[in-house]
């Protein structure tokens, strides 16, 4: 089994998460009677539900899959249907104004860092509209990384091989020294492995335990970086 140098990871569901405390916000605003708790556990009904999309051949990027996402979110945290609309304008408003992706979990930036002292390299390969390098600068992060690509600005998005293999070369590496981290099976973990990296899906839903590699959470991928090391 080859040495692994880098790391390369996706950032929205991966790094960064959409921030239950701004969709929170529109709610109350909106006049919706809701908590935090209830707002987070619609997201991840929601996310799950996105996952099944992408199951379906969608590519994750489509305007009506995150339209239905975020109707989702917005239902679930206990928006009535008749609100909906007047709703999801306030949340494209509010993500046109300060991206929504602005969340991270506990203990991600800890997770990084050790990775960084244990000698990976870092890098990050998002699907994004050209805002994921601020987004990574705004919640802190951005300085773990050497190199940070965004489709929209690359040209080019996931599964392609194309945007994996300019991160490895931006990197001056062999594709089969990465290791990718993702959350979506066929765009992420399919699309490294046919760029030539190994790949592993954040998990917390277990959705992908039959069929690749799985982490629960970035907590876990040290652990799951030094297993892979003993087993040579």
Known sequence: MRALQAVVFDAGNTLVYVDPRRVLGILTEGGVTTDLARVRRAELAARRRFQQRIAEGHRGTEPELWGEY??????????????????????????????????????????????????????????????????????????????????????????????????????????????YVGDLYPVDYLGATRAGMEAVLLDPLGLHVDRAPTVEGLADLGAWLELRASRG
């Open 70 to 179: 975020f109707q989702g979110v917005l239902r679930e945290g206990g928006a009535d249907e008749g609100a909906l609309p007047d709703l999801g304008r306030r949340l494209r408003e509010a993500h046109t104004e300060r991206h929504l992706w602005t969340w991270i979990e506990p203990g991600t930036r800890e997770a990084l860092q050790g990775l960084l002292d244990a000698g990976y390299r870092l890098a990050v390969v998002s699907n994004a509209d050209g805002r994921v390098e601020g987004v990574l600068r705004d919640v802190g992060l951005r300085d773990c990384f050497e190199v940070v690509l965004d489709s929209e600005l690359v040209g080019v998005e996931k599964p392609d091989a194309g945007i994996f293999l300019e991160a490895c070369r931006r990197m001056e590496l062999d594709p089969g020294a990465c290791l």
